[in-house]
């Protein structure tokens, strides 16, 4: 491969040349781009009513590759009905994610049962007949429901409430094995557990730290906003254990003095070890502390739990931060004396900071550093987790999650005149804990791969295993449908969102309601995934209560039930006409005044946790690729990492010094959750000695279940691992 030096510039723009070559022509590109439609990729906030490649804030172009990819993919061909007589089970195992992505658009209900070799393509009348006479033979809480944030507001909404009458809270999203510690931390310090800004006030900030993530690959939208920053003379401080190319250059394609010339990203680079990011926060609240660049009328009119808190610093040597982080005092000192200068500062994170043993206290200590100087509740400053995927908090909005808000319980209760269930629900790791043990026999999954996305692989695949039925609605082919095997499994082609019949809403990670017009199918066969829910359960529930599941079918009729049921959703009601997008109520503070119980924020005091591994040990994350949308591979090559294939361990040269080992050397690499065995080892200069990287999803055989305890969300950074020679 060719090595690259900066993120964007001209690779992306002959990606996007090729990539519309792909799709039938730049013109099908351009229309496809353009349509009224919410980008099918992260939630940083693109189309909707503002057409595709225009961001809320009315920017233009604003796209990227990962909004090319998936659209590509949805592009696709449709898989021919003898391709199920063609591939077996064992050969689609055999297969990457990447080429089972490029499959094709699945246009068929098929279905496999145990001890079969092959898939089978039925009719809908079977598959809906074999799902209703399924769950209508278990027990409700012998059931779970998984979401993606794929799904629009509206099928999660009707799911979740069939779920919940048919007799179970067993309803839980992907954001569990991603952002929930950002949720359960942020609502633990400040009472909400979103954004607490708007797109527009990071345009406005004059520092931002970027935290355990890599925006150049995952979301590039935000390298616009990064590029404004730097040009206006402002900070990116960035904190990661990685040096990433696109986050030292970024070559913005649409802005032609930076794709000629480059620009300059992080104006200070700090690696930690990995895992030691609540030490580090620490050591900066405590040098914050030492200069007496605090607020102390905000901590003491705004805030509980100053006065201990700082105590709690005071007390903490700096010899235990420097040791715990892994970074010197004089760096520590460094973004201290930045950050103290700034104005504005929003503080910005990614599951580098919520895939640890202490997620939510990582996340509780930044909430910490904010509220420290004030830069919370007021304009242009703030908090902003970095959602990855497009409407994976309008999940969590319409009441996917297994405990609902009391209002939220109460007025589905009232509306809807019916009586709920009120056990505690299960989280999505203790629903595949209760499948390994049959106190579950069904699932369904409206998207997402839940066995991709799974820690501890080999867990996942006998844990679905063990499942009567398992039910999938997808739009392409995963390694779930392959290796997430029930005793019988069923796929359901569903639409793409642009190709639903009515346009449905999706959230961005700034609160922002957009509105999606939907479009034409391209094949013949997918149904929308509200027709599909409805139907399901109109033959499970008949008529329960006032619901006609068959009036359900109607995404207007969703929102009607939305805006009754969901505080400050209530213009979703008439959104379908008068097209008005809006910012949800409630959530940007931009005053002092949170949703706790005493109306101030929460301060939070944390001990230091010990970095993970014993001698000849290696702390490992597993990342994503730049080719990459969580579980989906688009490429199997990592263009900004100069790395051509994904079996491969990244290891800094000197750490493959001090091991025997030298590049490309084949070895093992074993956890206490597994082993994986032929590696390739990878020499990468950019990574912190003692730490080594590899490809999610498939290093997930090397993640323990390890969960932190408050979100339930997996450790998937900071896992001792040992390399030895194959």
């Known amino acids: 491969m060719r090595k690259i030096t900066t993120g964007g510039g001209w690779p992306a723009v002959l990606y996007t040349l090729r990539k519309a070559r792909e799709m039938g022509g730049f013109w099908k590109m351009w229309q496809a781009m353009r349509s009224r439609n919410a980008c099918k990729t992260c939630a940083l906030g693109m189309g909707g009513q503002k057409g595709g490649m225009v961001n809320e804030a009315g920017s233009f172009p604003e796209v990227c590759k990962k909004s090319l990819q998936a659209m590509a993919s949805d592009l696709q061909a449709g898989i021919r009905s003898d391709f199920w007589q063609k591939y077996s089970i064992g050969q689609l195992k055999s297969l990457s994610p990447r080429e089972l992505e490029y499959c094709g658009r699945l246009v068929e209900p098929v279905i496999h049962e145990a001890g079969k070799s092959h898939y089978r393509p039925i009719s809908w009348e079977d598959a809906f007949a074999r799902i209703a006479e399924r769950l209508k033979s278990v027990q409700p809480d012998e059931t779970f429901w998984y979401f993606s944030g794929r799904s629009s507001n509206e099928a999660g ?36 557990g979103t954004a607490t800004i708007t797109l527009e006030d990071v345009e406005h900030a004059d520092c931002i730290f970027l935290i355990g993530g890599n925006p150049a690959s995952n979301h590039p939208r935000l390298m616009s906003t990064l590029k404004h920053i730097r040009r206006r003379g402002g900070e990116v401080i960035v904190i990661n254990p990685v040096i990433e190319t696109g986050l030292v250059n970024f070559s913005v394609p649409s802005d032609p003095w930076s794709l000629l010339f480059g620009t300059k990203i992080a104006s200070l680079y700090v690696q930690p070890q990995i895992g030691g990011d609540l030490a580090l926060l620490t050591g900066i609240a405590k040098k914050i502390l030492e200069l007496g660049q605090y607020d102390p009328a905000f901590l003491t009119t705004a805030c509980d739990g100053w006065s201990e808190w700082k105590q709690h610093l005071e007390s903490i040597h700096w010899s235990e931060i420097c040791e715990k982080s892994g970074v010197g005092i004089d760096e520590i000192h460094a973004i201290a004396r930045r950050y103290a200068k700034s104005k504005n500062t929003v503080f910005a994170w990614t599951m580098g900071i919520t895939h640890h043993a202490h997620g939510v206290e990582n996340v509780e200590a930044i909430a910490n550093l904010a509220l420290m100087r004030g830069m919370v509740g007021r304009p242009h400053a703030g908090l902003m987790p970095i959602r990855g995927h497009s409407n994976i908090q309008g999940m969590g909005t319409v009441g996917v999650t297994p405990k609902l808000k009391d209002v939220i319980f109460e007025r589905l209760q009232s509306t809807f005149q019916i009586s709920l269930p009120q056990t505690p629900g299960r989280d999505t790791m203790a629903c595949m804990d209760g499948s390994l043990n049959r106190e579950l026999k069904f699932g369904f999954c409206l998207g997402g791969n839940l066995f991709g996305s799974n820690p501890d692989a080999s867990y996942a695949a006998k844990s679905l295993s063990k499942l009567d039925q398992i039910v999938y609605l997808s739009t392409t082919l995963n390694t779930g449908h392959a290796h997430g095997l029930a005793q019988e499994t069923i796929i359901l082609p569903v639409l793409a969102r642009d190709e639903e019949p009515e346009p449905t809403t999706q959230e961005s990670m700034f609160n922002y309601m957009r509105l999606s017009d939907g479009g034409s ?42 805006a009754k049921v969901v505080p400050g959703l209530e213009s979703l009601a008439t959104i379908g006409e008068t097209k008005q997008e809006f910012q949800i109520p409630g959530r940007t503070f931009h005053t002092p005044t949170f949703p706790t119980p005493s109306g101030r924020a929460q301060i939070k005091c944390h001990e230091l946790p010990s970095l993970m591994g014993a001698p000849g040990e290696f702390r490992l994350m597993t990342i994503r690729s730049e080719g990459q949308f969580n579980t989906v591979v688009y490429e199997d090559y990592d263009l900004y990492r100069n790395i051509d294939r994904r079996d491969v361990i990244l290891m800094h040269p000197e750490d493959l010094q001090l091991a025997g080992l030298f590049d490309d050397q084949r070895v093992v690499v074993k956890s206490a959750a597994g082993e994986m065995v032929g590696i390739r080892t990878r020499a990468f200069k950019n990574i912190r000695p003692g730490n080594v990287m590899m490809y999610y999803p498939e290093a997930n055989i090397l993640v323990p279940r390890s969960l932190d305890p408050r979100s339930k969300t997996p450790a998937f950074k900071a896992i001792p691992v040992t390399i030895k020679a194959l």
């Not at 009458?165 to 839980?172: D, F, L």
């Open 157 to 192: 909404f009707l799911l979740q409430l069939f779920a919940r009458i048919y007799g179970t809270n067993n309803i839980n999203n992907c954001s569990f094995y991603c952002h929930q510690a950002s949720g359960v931390g942020l609502t633990s310090v400040l009472g909400t």
């Open 521 to 562: 199918p391209r094949h013949t066969g997918p149904l929308s995934e509200i027709h599909v829910i409805a139907e399901i359960a109109q033959r499970v529930l008949q008529r329960s209560g006032p619901i006609d599941w068959n009036e359900m079918k109607s995404a207007q009729k969703i929102r009607e039930s939305l």
